[in-house]
């Protein structure tokens, strides 16, 4: 099955990316994760996102449609990144998202993708 990692980081770790001096500590956590992830499942696909406020939020209230530059505000934690696996189950994915650096400050959404046809994310 197919399962999607939804990363949610802290405003701290975000920081992080920007601090020469902590960038190589931080993003070697990340980097040793997805290997050992792409290791566990025979590879995966994922990405690390740009900081929130580069973000373009567009939404449509009562008839009216918003573009919104930066992240939703409401929100503590913003989508940092993503992972998609193959996984045998969702206990397996959830034992991979445990591990996932940003689930320490933040939280990791993981969520099935729906199959259609058949085929899974078609």
């Not at 992830?37 to 008839?63: F, K, M």
Request: glycine share 10%.
């Amino acid at each position: 099955m197919k399962v999607l990692l939804l990363a949610n980081e802290a405003p701290g770790d975000f920081a992080l990316r920007e601090d020469k001096e902590k960038f190589d500590g931080y993003m070697g956590e990340w980097y040793a994760f997805s290997n050992a992830l792409a290791a566990a499942t025979g590879g995966n696909d994922g990405a690390a996102l740009q900081a929130p406020e580069t973000a373009t939020v567009v939404s449509v209230r009562d008839g009216a449609r918003s573009v919104e530059d930066g992240p939703y505000p409401d929100a503590k934690e913003q989508l940092g990144g993503f992972f998609l696996i193959d996984a045998p189950d969702m206990a397996f994915a959830v034992e991979w998202a445990k591990k996932c650096p940003a689930a320490k400050n933040g939280h990791v959404d993981v969520r099935p993708v729906v199959e259609l046809d058949g085929e899974a994310g078609r």
